[in-house]
């Protein structure tokens, strides 16, 4: 378990999420969070490549500034919907806009992992397919009166009120959440044993 594999080793969440916190602490790690200063900008690339991009440009980023034999641990969420990437609205318009989007289909949300320890990196992702409730422009006024949506890739959290739009996943929950348990727990038995 990772509360056992991990605990004698520092360990740096490179995030400023509280999900992401929550889910730690969920599984017993004790970590600092250490948010990252780093642009996430969507680009052309495959959506995969993008948060695998992203959560590796983030470890790389913290690490620069921890001890040597620290377990820094970056992700990143985007979702996709009709061929387009969602990541963070930065307006109330863009929210509207992701949300009426997603309103009534299917999407697929991708969440990447980052290890680093030293010169140890490694990295990899996460997909799961997510079924939206049809949403008026009621519902949707009122989901941003919560604030919710703001901070979060696609525009809504699961983890929230937004769960009540969410009518199937096929796949991780925790990685629409934007932290996919399983995947970090498959990737911290990669790590070698020397450097844990």
């Known amino acids: 378990m990772l509360h056992k594999v991990l605990r004698n080793k520092k360990i740096i969440l490179a995030s400023a999420s509280p999900r992401r916190k929550q889910i730690f602490e969920m ?3 004790k970590s600092l969070c250490v948010p990252p200063q780093i642009e996430e900008l969507i680009t052309d690339q ?7 991009h992203h959560a590796s440009n983030k ?3 913290v690490a620069l500034k921890m001890d040597e034999d620290a ?5 990143d969420t985007i979702v996709f919907c009709d061929g387009k990437v969602l990541g963070k609205p930065e307006t109330r318009d863009r929210a509207i806009e992701y949300l009426r989007l997603l309103s009534g289909k299917k999407h697929i949300v991708y969440s990447a992992i980052c290890l680093a320890i ?4 490694l990295c990899d992702y996460e997909k799961s397919l997510v079924q939206f409730a049809n949403l008026n422009d009621q ?19 699961i983890q929230g009120y937004g769960s009540q739009f969410i009518e199937k996943i096929s796949g991780c929950y925790f990685n629409v959440m934007g932290f996919p348990v399983n995947l970090f727990y498959r990737m911290v038995q990669k790590i070698p044993k020397e450097l844990l």
Do not use: C, N, W
Request: aromatic fraction near 12%.
């Open 59 to 61: 470890a790389r980023a």
């Open 71 to 75: 377990l820094i641990v970056a992700s």
């Open 118 to 121: 030293g010169s140890f990196m």
């Open 46 to 52: 495959k959506p995969y490549l993008q948060v695998m």
């Open 139 to 157: 519902q949707i006024s009122y989901y941003l009166a919560t604030k919710e949506p703001i901070d979060k890739a696609g525009a809504y959290g």
């Open 27 to 29: 599984l017993g790690l």
